[in-house]
């Protein structure tokens, strides 16, 4: 979830407290079995949700209606598809309701879910319990508890019929399949044969009214045995893996009357592959997962409207996030992009010519429109183009227990915008969908992702047939077996940028060229200008900043403009002022991208108006997706019997009985079925929890403190000696854009009484008090202990003003308007200080700071600079380097400090430095760098080793999953090879002053890596730098708390996404080759690592 962080600062009295301990000690009351919790203050109401509604949006129109059954609702159903993966992590409220008001936690208890950071390889039921449709915690000391779903296929509105122990105890065996696999894995972790204490706790899920009902009485029980509870066979795993490296085609399955399950396949042309490897167990794993554990919605990918105009957000449904078939499905949408434009987002360039070269006929929707005369062709059009399954041809016997696959091909198709698939379709577009589906193979040879998704869909369509068969009762083997399987890392991108150009075409009906010219610097510069990750500006804010931006002098931004000032922010609603504000960035962004056209473009774009006269049209192809459900086509299904050829393929014939068709499952268990299948994959959980840390006295011996950290996160327990006050503090993936924290505050009865969290960026602070059988959240101000609850030991924190600063260097810090009448039209004061101890002020505009940050590939007449920014004013002289200082708690962790509402990118120190950066070879300006401690920060510049012809580069084996898959031998054919290592010399004297790690590693596992050489001695005084190639960007923080730890000079930071790799060979030979060049010279990393955001 990507929100904007706001602090929690709710305050309850104590009477309140009070009023709630009184109701739980009535003598004269029943004890309820549930407890209601209503969970929307939480509730990010402004995300926004796969259909481009946010997620308030589509509350208020469900109105609180339950799920509908059946076909009933089909717009109700649609919603609760749409909010089901957004709202299922709110599970984690019922952790909080029973510490605080049933049985308060002795240990911290640490979701087991989020041991693994994204993207890291894991077992394939790892992430149902991260989504918390499981939530499972463990105190690493051999107890678990368990929070699941009760009657999850029967929804049920209010509280459930039945009591809370039987409920729970009813959903552990209903869970048990997937969670013996669970705690299989804590048993080997802990090793011997000591049982595990169990205690489970069954909830319902109301989404539609956003209320969680929790039972008050768990199922308590032990497990010293994991065995299946033999209520079916066993899946034969071994045979599924020898089906897959046969080489084999999947074509059907057959399932046996004992519940044998039987694959069918014939021997394809080529052996089937995901992203040039074979099909594994893990890819079927992956597909099992998605059709029966994937939520309420069926398996899609798509690339959505986000937050922001030059960004899309990637939704993946059925839990294909980091999967190598979500992965399929993200690349075979972004090729969508390039046969509408003719631009390659991940190679780069225009690769029309290429395509002809497979497809000699094969033109682009542009081209197509260009071609088209008559006034239909005079305007634009927003077009989805997806791939359906509608063309998927599933037939089944006459039992059902037998499927085959008479086609399983996605066919791509188009909707209008605000249409429905083949509404409305215009010729250039009806023309572009035809020939990719005609020429579907042939541009598989170009984009092999094209023929992997034909696999996808094949191991999707055969288990959406087997949960149909699972729903009708029949006999199925433990499919959950499946999610025994370890995945491995393939990072999967979490938003994707668009792709913007500007097209040159002939006037309507006339021949011509069409010319494309990539803008993609436009949409980077606009990324620069946007709030830090994972944060968002208020809907207001984002209004008047898209209103500020808007060009009076344009025609079309000027109408919108006077439509915008017709309204009062301070009454419309959300929507409204996000519908505007998002109609108002887009025009900029495509304005900005006509009027930004480097030298080159705009004399081309002359010479064609000399000859073809004034007119130039834009064609705007918007976004698209995929449709991975296959319940359409099995409901299309012929049920008929099946012959098999001599070539093992499937072929259709006259309706017979085949075989005995599929058992229905037996009502008692069988002895013989209670063994787990041969090679069952032995997953062992990370190591978690307190375990044997010791406990110490801190803070001068008012505290006794346990703290424990391991590769998955930190745990801790502190007790204040006077007041008996304690603090449970755990957080997971501490360095990953993901990480997930919580703070439980023990009062002296031993009662948890207020909670702390970080959930996906966001904080929340809150009490929890009990009317009746009711729960009600109440805000509450922050822990005290920040230096204990907030920090690693050992890492220092609380910048203090500056009192020396070394010549050649000036500081710069910006100071905002914050939430001024019109923050947008108030200047941004920047203050400079210089090495001699002077200082002055200048209001800075905001287009004029916005200019310097946007950079001049991107702004209008570049040659004209930045007045008064860049170059300098005069009285800054003319230092080696600009240092621009962050603002106070914005390089801590966001659980460590409350955070300031969002801040646009040109108020953000490495924003600004950036863009300084990117001005430095126009202006022979300074380099520049980011400051990230007042106090400290210009002493580490001064002291900072020069680099000197040397730099050792480090890419890990293995630490290239992904889309960085085969990276490591481009870079490696692109930098010295005898400076090219997998890590560390022994030997911290062959270290030089430059180590740059280049890695595609997920970002929470590089941000590990990251940390633990900045607390390597090796890397004591040396300079860090890292090139990320990971799905995502490093968590912004990161750079401040690695030189927290005291050994690292410096931190330099550069990502490079999927679409911006084309570039990385050019330039990281550009730069081994300045490296070289420095010998003796006496530069810095900052003046040879250009385009690398350096940090002090």
Request: with cysteine; net charge neutral; hydrophobic share 40%.
């Amino acid at each position: 979830m990507r929100s904007r962080r706001g602090w929690w600062r709710w305050t309850i009295g104590a009477a309140s407290l009070l009023a709630g301990a009184a109701v739980l000690g009535l003598p004269s009351e029943p004890e309820p079995e549930w407890l209601e919790i209503d969970y929307r203050p939480f509730v990010d109401l402004d995300r926004i949700s796969h259909s481009g509604e946010t997620v308030g949006e589509l509350l208020d129109r469900l109105g609180g209606r339950p799920r509908p059954a059946g076909s009933e609702r089909p717009e109700d159903r649609a919603a609760h598809a749409l909010l089901d993966p957004l709202l299922e992590p709110y599970a984690f409220v019922l952790s909080d309701v029973v510490d605080a008001l049933v049985e308060p936690p002795q240990l911290p208890w640490v979701e087991v879910g989020a041991l693994w950071s994204p993207g890291e390889p894991q077992p394939a039921w790892a992430e149902l319990l991260r989504s918390r449709r499981f939530l499972v915690e463990s105190d690493g000391a051999g107890r678990l508890r368990a929070f699941l779903p009760f009657r999850e296929s029967e929804p049920i509105a209010g509280e459930p019929p039945v009591g809370s122990e039987a409920a729970a105890r009813a959903a552990w065996e209903d869970a048990w399949p997937v969670l013996r696999l669970v705690a299989a894995a804590e048993r080997r972790r802990l090793g011997g044969d000591r049982p595990l204490a169990v205690e489970v706790y069954a909830y319902t899920h109301e989404p539609a009214r956003t209320r969680f009902h929790v039972g008050v009485r768990p199922f308590r029980t032990e497990i010293s045995e994991t065995a299946p509870d033999g209520r079916r066979p066993p899946l034969d795993l071994d045979r599924i893996q020898r089906f897959l490296d046969s080489g084999w085609q999947l074509e059907g399955g057959r399932v046996e009357p004992d519940g044998t399950l039987r694959l069918f396949g014939s021997r394809p042309k080529r052996p089937p592959a995901l992203l040039g490897h074979p099909v594994t167990l893990a890819d079927v794993a992956v597909a099992y997962r998605a059709v029966f554990h994937g939520g309420a919605a069926e398996p899609y990918m798509s690339l959505d409207r986000g937050d922001r105009a030059e960004r899309m957000t990637v939704n993946y449904g059925g839990r294909l996030r980091d999967t190598r078939l979500g992965l399929v499905s993200l690349l075979c949408d972004v090729r969508f992009k390039t046969f509408s434009v003719g631009l390659d987002p991940l190679r780069g360039g225009d690769v029309r010519e290429r395509l002809r070269a497979r497809v000699p006929d094969f033109a682009t929707h542009v081209e197509r429109f260009a071609r088209l005369a008559g006034p239909e062709a005079a305007g634009g059009q927003q077009t989805r183009l997806w791939f359906y399954p509608d063309d998927v041809e599933m037939a089944l016997s006459a039992r059902g227990d037998l499927m085959a696959l008479a086609r399983a091909r996605m066919t791509a198709a188009s909707e209008r915008a605000g249409g429905g698939a083949g509404e409305d379709v215009p010729a250039w577009t009806r023309g572009l969908v035809e020939q990719i589906n005609a020429q579907y193979d042939a541009l598989a040879e170009e984009f092999p992702e094209l023929a992997g998704l034909d696999q996808a869909v094949r191991w999707l369509a055969l288990f959406t047939w087997l949960r149909q068969l699972d729903r009708q009762g029949a006999l199925l083997p433990e499919l959950d077996a499946l999610l025994a399987v370890p995945l491995p890392s393939v990072p999967t991108p979490r938003s994707f940028p668009q792709v913007v150009a500007v097209h040159a075409i002939p006037p309507a009906g006339r021949e011509g060229p069409v010319d494309v010219f990539d803008r993609s610097p436009v949409v980077d510069a606009l990324a620069r200008l946007a709030p830090r990750e994972g944060e968002r500006l208020s809907p207001r804010r984002r209004f008047a900043r898209a209103l500020a931006a808007l060009d009076r002098n344009h025609p079309q931004q000027a109408a919108l403009a006077r439509e915008m000032e017709a309204i009062d922010p301070r009454r419309a609603s959300t929507a409204d002022l996000l519908r505007l504000a998002r109609r108002a960035e887009r025009l900029r962004l495509h304005a900005l991208a006509l009027r930004s056209l480097p030298e080159a473009g705009r004399r081309r774009l002359e010479e064609r108006r000399k000859t073809e006269g004034p007119e130039l049209r834009v064609f705007d192809v918007a976004i698209g997706g995929l449709d991975l459900g296959m319940g359409r086509a099995l409901a299309g299904a012929a049920r008929r019997s099946l012959r098999w050829g001599s070539s093992g393929v499937a072929a259709l014939a006259a309706p017979e009985a085949v075989g005995a068709g599929p058992a229905p499952r037996p009502e008692a268990p069988r002895e013989e079925w209670r063994r787990d299948p041969e090679g069952l994959p032995d997953a062992v959980l990370p190591d978690h929890g307190l375990g044997q840390a010791p406990e110490h006295a801190a803070a001068g011996g008012s505290f006794k403190r346990r703290y424990r950290e391991t590769a998955s996160g930190w745990f801790q327990r502190l007790e204040e000696e006077t007041s008996g006050t304690v603090w449970l503090q755990v957080v997971t993936d501490p360095d990953g854009p993901e990480a997930r924290s919580r703070l439980v505050e023990l009062g002296p009865d031993g009662r948890a009484v207020r909670f702390e969290r970080t959930e996906e960026g966001r904080q929340l602070a809150y009490r929890l008090a009990r009317d009746g059988s009711r729960v009600v959240a109440r805000r509450a101000g922050r822990a005290r202990l920040l230096p204990f609850l907030r920090l690693r030991p050992g890492s220092h924190a609380g910048p203090t003003r500056a009192t020396l600063q070394p010549a050649d260097l000036v500081t710069l810090s910006l100071e905002s308007p914050g939430e001024a009448a019109d923050p947008e039209r108030a200047p941004v004061t920047v203050s400079f200080r210089l090495s001699d101890g002077r200082a002055f002020t200048a209001p800075v505009p905001r287009p004029l700071l916005q200019r310097l940050v946007m950079g001049p590939e991107a702004v209008p007449a570049p040659e004209k600079g930045v007045p008064g920014l860049a170059p300098l004013p005069e009285m800054a002289g003319r230092p080696r380097a600009v240092m621009v200082l962050e603002g106070a708690g914005r390089g801590l962790p966001p659980w460590a400090v409350a955070p300031a509402p969002a801040v646009p990118g040109e108020e953000e120190a490495e924003r600004v430095a950036l863009g300084f950066a990117s001005w430095r070879d126009r202006t022979s300006g300074p380099a520049a760098v980011v400051g990230v401690d007042v106090a400290r920060s210009p002493g580490r510049w001064g002291g900072a080793p020069a680099v000197n012809g040397d730099a050792l580069l480090l890419a890990p084996r293995g630490a290239f999953p992904g889309l960085a898959e085969g990276w490591r031998e481009r870079i490696a054919a692109n930098w010295p090879a005898d400076r090219l290592v997998e890590a560390l010399p022994e030997d911290a004297a062959s270290v030089p002053s430059l180590v740059l790690l280049v890695s595609g590693e997920p970002p929470g596992l590089l941000g590990r890596r990251l940390r633990s050489l900045a607390r390597d001695e090796r890397m004591s005084g040396k300079i860090l730098a890292v090139w990320s190639l990971a799905a995502g960007p490093l968590r912004p923080d990161l750079p401040a708390t690695l030189l927290a730890e005291g050994r690292l000079a410096a931190v330099g930071l550069r990502h490079w996404p999927a679409a911006r790799l084309s570039r990385l060979e050019a330039v990281l030979a550009a730069r081994a080759a300045a490296v070289r060049a420095s010998a003796g010279k006496g530069l810095r990393a900052e003046e040879i690592f250009a385009g690398t955001l350096w940090f002090y």
